[in-house]
């Protein structure tokens, strides 16, 4: 195996914990362990509070760390307390031009991963491909474009919103002809991926670790300890989910035999407080300790995932491997043509609904309340599904001899 030198960019990394940062930081975390040199060209830690980091406040803007022998350059973004298009707009070219300064600290490099989103990450590592000539390779967690567009985050009138993403798209599309290389997690959006980029394209999922999300070692987690069937959504409290059908749906449950826990953060959290306060069968708690996921995860009863019906597969939700590990089925709903419909249908792990049916929700509901035995035995098969196709070791030893052929 030869020692590489590798530079990663991308805005989330060590310490958060959840989502991008937390498969970004495993990659570096695992490149180190395999003999490469790896530096990180990143923000500061933020999501999903949409606030820096309180260790980090008091640090320069421009800061460097060394964590589990990666080199990490920081750049102190701006990060709006309530995130709209606009100020996300802000956001990624803040961290953007930051970024751009930190790149002249990289002296030497063989491959640069790019994780988008941000797309600009792109843009980065072409520069920084440039000037040590190396390999690009692009990593998409999102199409945060695509995201965008189908989240309905920007109020612009019509024509003025077709313009702005025909621009954008315009972009995204130059920038990914820079690529060497290109991956993402999902087969939906390798698909997607192959419109967007020149480049060869291969599938490389994200992954769980399934002993550190294990129902056989977790304990009952504190948010979760009453007696009666637990309903957990734990994640980001964003814009794709479809929180106006959550309302509708815990309207209808059964509040004696029933209750419903949402542990997360994100850009919508402050809304959906306002509009489940006078529901106190409904609990809200912030994220938890990665420590402590294993204990939350596992001592639910049943996870839940209402997406919006628009948004197809711009992301393959990370939440849901975690959800599958904990051996308890998941409810989800969204587009028909969603990946997940098919990681579900295949697992039998799950219900997958493509319409925001309350009525058939509730069905789904109430049949596992009655039935433990037909909740118990999807939730067996959920975890061995999971375990079997996305255990982190098999993931990461698929990147590293890609690794190798870049």
């Given at each position: 195996m030869t020692s590489k030198k590798i530079t990663l960019i991308g805005v989330n990394f060590y310490p958060e914990d959840t989502a991008i940062g937390l498969y970004s930081t495993d990659m570096a975390r695992y490149f180190v362990e395999k003999g490469h040199t790896v530096n990180v060209v990143t923000g500061f830690p933020y999501y999903p509070q949409w606030r820096i980091k309180d260790s980090y406040k008091k640090k320069s803007s421009f800061y460097q760390e060394e964590v589990d022998g990666i080199r990490i350059y920081r750049y102190k973004q701006y990060v709006p307390k309530k995130p709209n298009f606009?100020?996300?707009?802000?956001?990624?070219?803040?961290?953007?031009?930051?970024?751009?300064?930190?790149?002249?600290?990289?002296?030497?490099?063989?491959?640069?991963?790019?994780?988008?989103?941000?797309?600009?990450?792109?843009?980065?590592?072409?520069?920084?491909?440039?000037?040590?000539?190396?390999?690009?390779w692009v990593h998409v967690q999102d199409f945060e474009f695509d995201a965008a567009l189908q989240s309905g985050v920007t109020k612009s009138s019509k024509g003025i919103k077709t313009l702005i993403f025909k621009i954008l798209f315009g972009i995204e599309k130059w920038l990914f002809s820079k690529a060497d290389i290109a991956s993402t997690i999902s087969n939906t959006m390798l698909k997607k991926l192959d419109r967007k980029a020149k480049a060869e394209s291969f599938f490389l999922p994200n992954w769980i670790d399934a002993n550190k999300i294990n129902p056989e070692s977790a304990q009952k987690h504190a948010y979760l300890n009453s007696n009666k069937f637990k309903i957990l959504y734990s994640g980001n409290i964003g814009d794709k989910q479809n929180w106006e059908f959550f309302l509708e749906f815990i309207k209808e449950l059964d509040t004696e035999r029933t209750e419903i826990i949402v542990v997360g953060d994100g850009a919508k959290k402050e809304w959906l407080l306002?509009?489940?306060?006078?529901?106190?069968?409904?609990?809200?708690?912030?994220?938890?300790?990665?420590?402590?996921?294993?204990?939350?995860?596992?001592?639910?009863?049943?996870?839940?995932?209402?997406?919006?019906?628009?948004?197809?597969?711009?992301?393959?939700?990370?939440?849901?491997?975690?959800?599958?590990?904990?051996?308890?089925?998941?409810?989800?709903?969204?587009?028909?043509?969603?990946?997940v419909k098919k990681v579900l249908d295949e697992s039998r792990g799950g219900y997958y609904l493509s319409e925001a049916n309350v009525n058939q929700v509730m069905n789904v509901v109430n049949n596992l309340v009655d039935d433990k035995t037909v909740s118990q035995e999807m939730g067996l098969k959920a975890r061995e599904y999971i375990v079997n196709r996305f255990s982190k070791n098999k993931i990461l030893e698929t990147l590293n001899n890609k690794l190798e052929e870049v």
């Open positions: 606009i100020k996300r707009i802000f956001h990624l070219i803040d961290f953007t031009i930051g970024s751009w300064f930190n790149l002249f600290k990289i002296k030497e490099t063989d491959i640069v991963i790019s994780i988008v989103p941000f797309t600009s990450t792109i843009l980065l590592g072409w520069i920084l491909k440039k000037r040590r000539k190396a390999n690009l306002d509009k489940i306060k006078e529901y106190n069968f409904v609990k809200y708690f912030s994220p938890v300790p990665f420590e402590e996921l294993s204990d939350l995860l596992c001592s639910a009863d049943l996870h839940i995932l209402f997406q919006k019906e628009d948004v197809i597969d711009t992301v393959m939700p990370s939440k849901l491997l975690g959800m599958m590990a904990s051996a308890t089925p998941s409810l989800v709903t969204g587009n028909i043509q969603s990946e």
